[in-house]
Structure formats: structure tokens, C-alpha cells
């Protein structure tokens, strides 16, 4: 188990390191992302949109390379965990160290056939079974943004995808702004009343971040205000900047969907680690 767990600790670092890297790059001051305000006539909000935005080819590309290790050592962990219980069932060597590796299904079927498997006990086994994404949730602790996928499913997903295709693509999208307006010029602001129902039917209508873009390139837009005051020019550069945010395959957010699949990777290893002689 030592190997599983110092996979399992090198990938918490590289996780901390991808977190770094975004956050680092983004507060440069050469990396900011700026931000020019235009009066939309059809509706009379300004418009706030993306004005410039730095070159993040080698970012992302740096970035990529750092995930894909996290994934590597995440799914190399229980790899080594599967090896060690043969080590324990078999008494001694296993006689196909090659074939094992930990088994990631999506239906019972799937995980009768694999044969991955075949020197553990039937105990350990029906453990490894109980973590399988088509259990689900199975009543252990998970957060997770999105439509839901299964920890070990992502973990799966990414791990082929850098092993075998290409590397795992970060993107940034723009998630909010910085900015500030010319003196005697103000936002309107009308907190919203009423039932749940109403509140969010106002947000979705009114909500400067509705018609927001996902994408980081100049026009993109960010948000809109309604803005008071007198003699407002109906353009403003400069006005500020954009809080970019890095996620991953269907606008899933870098860090916590990293942190997502390593706790359950910690919930396995821990649960056998128990057993361990």
C-alpha cells in the first residue's frame, strides 16, 4: 500500500500545482484580461466586453501536462492497490501481475467479464465491486458541478484520453469581472422580491450574467448593467478587467473536479488500508 498512497500524495501535489498555475498566470499584470463597456441601444445597458486577452497557448498547453499527471498517479494508485491485494490473496507473487489493474465499469455486465481480477479473494473483490461507477453514489460523500458522472468514470475518462489520445484540454472562460465606472456614474440596482419561483425567474432575465459568453477572446461578453448618472458616454475602455475561471471537459471547474475524484480515490485506498496485514 505505501506505493498507492505516495501515488495518491503526489497527485494531491500536482493538483495543488494546476490550482497554482492557473491562479498565478491569470494575476499577472501582463495576463490580465481587460474590459471595455458599450451601450447596447436595443435595451440601454452597457455592455461589458472583453477588450484584450494574453496569448494562453503555452499556459494551457503547461497546464494540460500538469493535469495529466494528477490523473496518471490518481489511476496508477489503484492500480497498485489491486497488485498488492493479489500479493496478499495469493500468498506470494501473483502469476499475472500484467493483467491486473483496477476495474472501471459502467454495468454489472461489464464487470463480470473483466479478468482483472482473477487472483483476488472474493472478498476483496466485492469491495472493489461496491466502488463501481454503476453503483452510483452508493450513499458516500461526493460533490460534483454538472450533470453527475461518477468519480471513477472521469477519473477513467481522463486518464485513456492522456495515455492514448491527447492531452486532457483546460480552458478558461470568463466567470465574473472587476471594474469601475467614471466618476458620477453608478449601476441600478433593484434587489428582487417574491417567491423562489420569481426570484429566479428575475435572475434569468435580469441577471447581468445571463447572456454571458464561454469563451476568452476579444468581443466575447461578460456582462450588461444598466448604469445612472449624467452625460454617460456610450463608450468606456478600459474600464477594468475579467475573472477568468479554468475548467475542463463540459465546463467542469478545474480544481474541484480534480479534488472530486482524488477524495474517493482516498476513500478506496483507506477502506483497504484497514485490512492490510
Known amino acids: 500500500m505505501k506505493s498507492s498512497f505516495a501515488k495518491l500524495?503526489?497527485?494531491?501535489?500536482q493538483i495543488d500545482e494546476a490550482n497554482e498555475l492557473s491562479t498565478d498566470f491569470f494575476n499577472r499584470a501582463e495576463n490580465q484580461v481587460g474590459l471595455s463597456?458599450?451601450?447596447d441601444p436595443s435595451d440601454g445597458h452597457h455592455v461589458l466586453r472583453i477588450s484584450s486577452v494574453p496569448n494562453?497557448?503555452?499556459?494551457?498547453l503547461q497546464l494540460s501536462v500538469v493535469v495529466g499527471d494528477a490523473v496518471?498517479?490518481?489511476?496508477?494508485?489503484?492500480?497498485?492497490?489491486?497488485?498488492?491485494?493479489a500479493i496478499i490473496d495469493c500468498g506470494g507473487q501473483p502469476k499475472f501481475p500484467r493483467n491486473m489493474q483496477f476495474p472501471i465499469c459502467g454495468t454489472r455486465e461489464q464487470f463480470e467479464r473483466q479478468n482483472h481480477l482473477d487472483e483476488l479473494s472474493d472478498h476483496h473483490i466485492a469491495q472493489i465491486d461496491s466502488y463501481q461507477p454503476y453503483q452510483g453514489q452508493a450513499g458516500r460523500p461526493?460533490?460534483?458541478?454538472?450533470p453527475y458522472v461518477h468519480q471513477l468514470t472521469l477519473l477513467n475518462q481522463m486518464s485513456n484520453q492522456d495515455k492514448h489520445r491527447q492531452l486532457n484540454a483546460a480552458l478558461a472562460i470568463p466567470s465574473g469581472a472587476r471594474f469601475a465606472f467614471f466618476p458620477g456614474v453608478r449601476v441600478e440596482r433593484q434587489p428582487p422580491i417574491g417567491t423562489p419561483s420569481e426570484l429566479q425567474n428575475y435572475m434569468e432575465k435580469h441577471s447581468p450574467f445571463r447572456n454571458s459568453e464561454r469563451r476568452l477572446e476579444v468581443g466575447a461578453e461578460v456582462m450588461r448593467e444598466k448604469l445612472l448618472g449624467n452625460e454617460i458616454p456610450d463608450i468606456m475602455p478600459d474600464i477594468g478587467t475579467a475573472t477568468p475561471h479554468v475548467v475542463l471537459d463540459e465546463y467542469r471547474p478545474l480544481g474541484p473536479t480534480l479534488n472530486r475524484i482524488c477524495e474517493n480515490v482516498v476513500l478506496i485506498l483507506n477502506e483497504f488500508n484497514v485490512d492490510m496485514p
Not at 500524495?9 to 501535489?13: F, G, L, V
Not at 498517479?73 to 489503484?78: H, Q, Y
Open 142 to 146: 461526493d460533490s460534483y458541478s454538472g
Open 72 to 85: 496518471h498517479n490518481l489511476r496508477s494508485a489503484l492500480d497498485h492497490l489491486v497488485y498488492h491485494l
Open 9 to 13: 500524495a503526489r497527485a494531491r501535489h
Open 37 to 39: 463597456a458599450i451601450l
Open 56 to 60: 494562453t497557448d503555452e499556459f494551457y
